[in-house]
């Protein structure tokens, strides 16, 4: 059966184009560095890339929850091992006191040092985090958490749970329960150590004051080990998201990314082949001219 001249051109112009478009699909993996951009190139790839980078949206989301119940907790810690602090100076402070040979202007000075320590108290109960609220008020954020009038103490805030999502479904208190008793107890027993620094009352600053001072570092150092063992929770959960984002990354990168050495050989290859379609096709229709003539 004889071909026509038509039929020979219309089978070198389809190599011509099938060359071309080869060519161009491997110059864009080499300058994009990817195998496919639209579904409809691969669409068995292109849903597992879909399936992968919808499932590494929502654990950065986890990551950015941790970093956030991180930064509050460690916030919280960093409060409650300065209250502990001032908790101790008060009790040194009320040791000296407490001696027999104390004067009444040591006893005046003393009572001084207990009111500056009551100030740093109640500044540190109104710590703000980095958004601004109010660390220890709760939920209430927006609401101071300590106010003074006289000598005695409020708590504006409330004890409700500050929750964040440690995982998909699953949420960690990240705010100090009972917040509003540890600071007010706390405030209220240095009043009465002041009260007894003032009228002189040494026994009462060693059968009480003392004692009550005790009592209330050991219940905010056992509140700051609460929060240290959700910050190394937090940590460890931390770890693992960031560990399943790298995993993703990387099953991402291995259906999608190209292998550019390989894509540089075959665009080469690809290009060779192009322009040996051109040059067939070119002398093609130059015998088929000859036999025309």
Do not use: C, W
Not at 202 to 222: C, F, P
């Amino acid at each position: 059966m004889r071909i026509s001249t038509s039929q020979m051109y219309q089978s070198h112009l389809g190599r011509i184009q099938d060359a071309q478009t080869q060519m161009f699909n491997l110059q864009r993996q080499v300058m994009t560095g990817k195998r496919f951009e639209r579904m409809s190139e691969d669409p068995v790839a292109g849903q597992r890339v879909l399936s992968a980078q919808g499932l590494q949206r929502r654990l950065e989301q986890t990551d950015r929850n941790l970093r956030h119940a991180d930064e509050y907790l460690g916030l919280t810690e960093t409060t409650l091992g300065q209250i502990s602090d001032l908790t101790q100076d008060a009790k040194k402070l009320a040791i000296q006191g407490a001696s027999a040979a104390a004067q009444p202007e040591s006893l005046q000075a003393l009572a001084t040092q207990i009111g500056e320590i009551q100030k740093r108290l109640v500044d540190l109960g109104n710590t703000r985090t980095t958004t601004g609220g109010y660390l220890l008020s709760g939920q209430d954020t927006g609401t101071r958490a300590f106010t003074v009038s006289g000598t005695g103490i409020t708590y504006n805030g409330d004890d409700l749970p500050v929750n964040v999502e440690v995982r998909p479904g699953e949420t960690m208190r990240v705010n100090l329960p009972q917040a509003g008793p540890l600071v007010t107890d706390l405030y209220n027993r240095l009043e009465n150590l002041k009260s007894n620094l003032l009228a002189g009352r040494t026994q009462d600053i060693s059968s009480t004051d003392l004692v009550e001072l005790e009592d209330s570092r050991s219940q905010v150092n056992a509140a700051r080990g609460s929060i240290g063992t959700l910050m190394q929770t937090v940590a460890n959960q931390k770890e693992q998201t960031q560990r399943r984002i790298d995993d993703l990354t990387t099953r991402i990168s291995e259906v999608q990314d190209v292998d550019l050495a390989e894509a540089m050989t075959n665009l080469q290859l690809a290009q060779t082949a192009y322009q040996a379609a051109l040059t067939v096709t070119g002398r093609a229709s130059q015998l088929s001219l000859m036999d025309y003539l």
